[in-house]
C-alpha cells in the first residue's frame, strides 16, 4: 500500500506520476473506512483529495504555509504529514482532532474549527513573512460555502490592498453545509459555466488576479495550475471546482446528508436508517422545533424561521424547507448577519426565530449586544448544543454561552428542563414583544414531563424571574438550572439517604428556569431557611450563572456551593470525565454539602 510508505510531504514528491491516482485511491478508501467506524466530515473531506496531494507535490510545508478555512477537509493533509496509520490502524480511529490542530503536527499552523477565517490569517502570515524579510508561499484553502461569512469579506478586501505574494484556493463543490445562499453564488455558477471568462466576477471587481481550473478531482491538472502560480509575487485566486463527497457514490448523490455523519455502513450507505432507528427511540428537539414552528408559521405569517446554515439542528429538512416557503431563511455562514436579519425583521413587526449552534452563536457576540440588546428587539434565539454534553473538540466547545449572555442588558436566557417546559418557553417567546428571548435548548437528551402543565387557558409567563420551588425541604436547597435539572434530583434523592453516620437530609429542590437573571424574593426566603445552596449549571463557572447567585448571597450567611466547569480548552474530552473532574459527580457533591454542613 502506498499510503502506508507516506511519512512526510518528501514522500509524496517522490512518488511517479502514475502512482497517484492509486494514492489517491487509497486515501479515500481510508476516509471512508475511519469515517465509518467513529463518524466525520465525508462530503467535504473526500472532495479534496486530489487537490490536497497535489498541493504537498507543489508546496513544501511547513516552510510554505498552508492554511485550510474550517479545516473540516484535512484529513488527506494528515495522512501526507505523517498521520497516516490513525486512519488504517482500526484501533487508532477517532485518535486525531477532526480539525487542524498545532499540537499534532507543525504542518498544522492553527486550531481552525470556524469558518470564513482562512483568507484574514492568510494576509497576517504574509505581512509578516514580508516585514521580517522571509521567502515562503502562503496558501489558503477556502470553500465556496465558507465565503457567505463576512470575515471571508473582509480577508479578500484585505487582501487585494495588501499586494503581496498569497495563494487562495476557492474549492467551488456547489455546497455550503446545505445548499449555499447568497448572492456570491449567483456569480460563482456564472464562473463555472463559463469557465471563469464571465464578465462579472467578484474577485476580479477587487482588483485581485484569478484563475479557473474546470476539474479540480483531476490531480495531474490542480498540480500544474499551482506549479504555475507557485511563487507569485501578487495575490491570486485559484477557483477550482470539485465534486462534494467525491469517489463515494451515496455521499456525491445527497451532499447535505453527508456534511458529517457518525458511523455507518459502507456497502450500503445505510447510515440514515441508522439514524432513524435511533431517532425512533429518542425524540430530538429538532424534531420537535421543526413541527412546533411549522405550526406557527402556518398560523402567523409573521412568523419567520432562520438559519446561518445549519438548518437542521432547528428540525427544518428539506421538506420543512419547502413547506415553509418563504417563512423559512437560510442566510448561509454567517451568524453575525442572521442576528441583524432577525433584529430588522423584529423592528418592521416581524417575528424572528433564530436557531444557532451555541458555539457560533459567540461569532455574532457584538451583534447580540448592540443590534439586538441595546435596541431591545423581540427576536428569538434558540441556542443548541451549549453543554458539556455536546461536541467535544476544543475548536466546538460551546459551554462559554451564559458566561457570554450574563452580562447582556435586556437579553432573557431561559433554560427549559423537559420538552412540555421548552415548548411552552418558546409559546412565550414568540408572542412576547418586550424584549429578546435566548431559549438554551437542553443539550443532554429530551426529557418529558407531563406534569408541566400546558393549559392555553393560562399559558406559562415568564415576564418576570420567578424560579420554581418544585420541592421544599430544609438545611440544603439544591438550584439545578437546565439540562441539569436531572442532576439536581439524583442529588436530592442521594442526600436523602443516611451516609457514614451522618442523618438523612430533605433537601429543597429548585428548577431556576431563567440562566442570567436572579429571582431575589427566591433567594433571600432560601437564605433564611438554608444553611447551604448549591448550584448546578451545564457550563463555565467563572461568569457563568452560579457565580451571580453567590454574589448576591453574599452578604447573607448561608453558604453557596457554585458547581460546573472550569474556564480552559479541553480537547475530545468523555463528558463524564470532564463532570468528575470538575467534582460533579454524585459522591463528590454530597460529600461537599455534609462537609459544609458540618
Not at 455 to 468: G, H, Q
Request: glycine content about 10%.
Amino acid at each position: 500500500m502506498l499510503l502506508e510508505r507516506i511519512s512526510s510531504p518528501q514522500d509524496v514528491k517522490d512518488l511517479d506520476a502514475a502512482d497517484l491516482p492509486l494514492l489517491c485511491s487509497e486515501i479515500r478508501q481510508a476516509i471512508l473506512s475511519s469515517s465509518a467506524s467513529v463518524g466525520g466530515h465525508i462530503g467535504s473531506n473526500l472532495g479534496v483529495v486530489e487537490l490536497t496531494v497535489a498541493l504537498h507535490r507543489v508546496f513544501d510545508s511547513p516552510t510554505d504555509k498552508l492554511i485550510f478555512d474550517v479545516s473540516h477537509q484535512t484529513y488527506a493533509h494528515k495522512m501526507l504529514t505523517g498521520r497516516a496509520a490513525n486512519y488504517l490502524d482500526a484501533e487508532r480511529f477517532g485518535g486525531l482532532s477532526g480539525f487542524t490542530s498545532p499540537t499534532e503536527s507543525e504542518h498544522d499552523l492553527f486550531s481552525v474549527g470556524h469558518t470564513s477565517t482562512s483568507v484574514s490569517l492568510a494576509c497576517g502570515m504574509a505581512k509578516a513573512r514580508d516585514l521580517m524579510g522571509a521567502d515562503y508561499n502562503v496558501v489558503a484553502v477556502i470553500g465556496d460555502g465558507s465565503i457567505s461569512g463576512g470575515l471571508a469579506f473582509e480577508g479578500f478586501d484585505n487582501l487585494a490592498e495588501l499586494g503581496t505574494g498569497v495563494i487562495v484556493i476557492v474549492n467551488d463543490n456547489g455546497w455550503s453545509i446545505a445548499e449555499n445562499h447568497g448572492g456570491i453564488y449567483r456569480n460563482l455558477a456564472e464562473l463555472r459555466e463559463s469557465e471563469g471568462a464571465a464578465p462579472n466576477n467578484f474577485f476580479r471587481s477587487l482588483g485581485l488576479d484569478y484563475r479557473f481550473l474546470a476539474n479540480g478531482n483531476d490531480e495531474a491538472a490542480v498540480e500544474r495550475a499551482l506549479l504555475e502560480l507557485r511563487d507569485i509575487d501578487h495575490p491570486v485566486v485559484l477557483h477550482v471546482c470539485t465534486v462534494k463527497g467525491s469517489g463515494y457514490e451515496p455521499a456525491e448523490d445527497d451532499a447535505e446528508g453527508w456534511h458529517h455523519v457518525g458511523p455507518f455502513d459502507i456497502e450500503s450507505g445505510t447510515y440514515e436508517a441508522l439514524r432513524r432507528s435511533r431517532c425512533e427511540k429518542s425524540e430530538t428537539y429538532a424534531d420537535i422545533t421543526g413541527r412546533y414552528l411549522l405550526m406557527r408559521m402556518a398560523a402567523d405569517e409573521r412568523v419567520v424561521g432562520i438559519s446561518a446554515a445549519t438548518p437542521y439542528i432547528m428540525g427544518f429538512t428539506k421538506p420543512r424547507r419547502d413547506a415553509a416557503g418563504s417563512q423559512f431563511v437560510d442566510v448561509g455562514i454567517a451568524e453575525e448577519h442572521a442576528v441583524t436579519y432577525a433584529a430588522g425583521l423584529a423592528r418592521a413587526g416581524a417575528k424572528p426565530v433564530l436557531g444557532l449552534y451555541g458555539v457560533f452563536m459567540q461569532r455574532a457576540y457584538d451583534q447580540l449586544w448592540h443590534d439586538l440588546c441595546l435596541n431591545n428587539l423581540p427576536a428569538v434565539i434558540l441556542d443548541f448544543g451549549s453543554s458539556v454534553y455536546g461536541t467535544s473538540d476544543a475548536t466546538h466547545l460551546s459551554f462559554f454561552d451564559l458566561a457570554l449572555q450574563g452580562a447582556l442588558p435586556n437579553l432573557r436566557c431561559l433554560a427549559p428542563t423537559c420538552r412540555e417546559e421548552y415548548l411552552a418557553m418558546l409559546d412565550w417567546a414568540i408572542d412576547q414583544d418586550s424584549r429578546p428571548v435566548v431559549i438554551r435548548v437542553p443539550g443532554n437528551g429530551v426529557v418529558s414531563n407531563p406534569d408541566f402543565a400546558l393549559d392555553p387557558k393560562a399559558p406559562a409567563d415568564f415576564t418576570l424571574p420567578r424560579y420554581d420551588v418544585v420541592h421544599e425541604g430544609s438545611d440544603v436547597a439544591i438550584l439545578a438550572l437546565g439540562s441539569f435539572f436531572s442532576l439536581g434530583e439524583s442529588l436530592c434523592d442521594a442526600l436523602s439517604a443516611p451516609a457514614d453516620g451522618g442523618p438523612a437530609l430533605d433537601a429543597t429542590l429548585v428548577n431556576p428556569r431563567f440562566a442570567t437573571e436572579l429571582d431575589e424574593a427566591t433567594l433571600d426566603d432560601l437564605a433564611r431557611s438554608h444553611r447551604v445552596i448549591v448550584t448546578l449549571e451545564d457550563g463555565v463557572l467563572e461568569g457563568g450563572w452560579g457565580e451571580k447567585v453567590a454574589r448576591y448571597l453574599g452578604p447573607t450567611s448561608v453558604r453557596v456551593l457554585c458547581y460546573g466547569v472550569r474556564k480552559g480548552f479541553p480537547d475530545r474530552f468523555d463528558a463524564d470525565e470532564l463532570l468528575a473532574e470538575n467534582g460533579m459527580t454524585l459522591e463528590a457533591i454530597t460529600a461537599d454539602i455534609r462537609v459544609a454542613l458540618s
